[in-house]
């Protein structure tokens, strides 16, 4: 049976919750399309800023993320023509997944409206297990001063425009203005990564974390970094600390079960990836790969087989589908496992 260290080049699926990192994606044709994202509520009025917007490509891989300004709007910039969906999720929603949009070659701007609810409104609702917990505030964050939040802000306005390195500088000056920003230390941290800074932003988050013991992005954010490093132990402390504050989010989940099964945990590997499957975890079906490797480590090829197949219903595409198919033929071939591979 294979090893499972080639999860560590499919991590993209495990994107800085909190950046605009995106996923390689290799277009048919040559394509250029901004698509303006507006969050809204069901009145039409707009859902506000710090809203978390994820876009999905058809194959279920994570290509972008960004935060909301003010008027509940964000947008992203798409090469590749192609059906696309949403995520919406935050402090004051309910987290909510879009229809699928359709990118065309012959388009230049496009808009899609995210109709979302107000947390706590459940009337109808039946996406509530979507939401994420909202972050702790900390004494320090009570007493950011006006000047250090202004920077923050401006940093917010520049990573929405994709402009990493000015983003980088105005969340510099916030720390430089308040050290005990941590929120504003986490987000430094991303850009330097978005900017291929790793080691500049492993300081960051490292100082994040120091500063507040429930940022659960600054947490997530290290993690990844250590799980690519190898350091496995950490990265899974850090991640059961984030999912105390955010116990929801299906990033977290998938990190986790990676880092779980690098260790040696399968059975922890195999919890962790059937929590993430209890939940709405569209983009991250690399859990039931995951689970998989775990059952064939655990002498359960048939359990194995079921989750290899499950993969491939959620994201026929998806970058482990020709690893996820090659464990399969495996398993038929040594007349351990059976079932229907039409996928």
Known sequence: MPGVRAIHTLLAVALLTVSVIQAQVIPQRQTSVDLLVRVTFDNDRAAGDRIRVELISETGTPVSENYTNADGRVSFHINAAGNYLVRASGIPIEGTVSENVRIEDMDKNRTLFVHVRPKGDTAGAVTSTKSNAPPVTTAAELKIPADAQKAFHKGMDAWEHNEYQKAAEYFQKAVTLY??????????????????????????????????????????????????????????????????????????????????????????????????????????????????????????????????????HEAPNGAEAGQVRSALARLTASGTATGPTSQ
Request: aromatic share 8%; charged share 25%; glycine share 6%.
């Open 179 to 312: 050290p005990a920003y941590d929120t504003a230390y986490n987000n430094l941290g991303v850009m330097f990564y978005q900017t291929n800074q790793v080691e500049k932003a492993r300081e960051a988050f490292e100082k994040s974390v120091s500063l507040n013991d429930k940022n659960a992005d600054a947490d997530r954010n290290l993690a990844r970094i250590l799980i690519h490093d190898g350091n496995f132990p950490r990265a899974e402390d850090l991640l059961k600390k984030s999912l105390m504050v955010e116990p929801l989010n299906p990033v977290t989940l998938t990190l986790l079960c990676v880092a779980e099964i690098e260790s040696g945990d399968n059975e922890g590997a195999l919890t962790t990836a059937r929590r993430a499957h209890q939940l709405p975890h569209e983009g991250y079906p690399l859990v039931h790969y995951v689970a998989g490797q775990a059952l064939e480590r655990e002498g359960k090829p048939q359990e194995a087989y079921a989750e290899y197949q499950t993969y491939l």
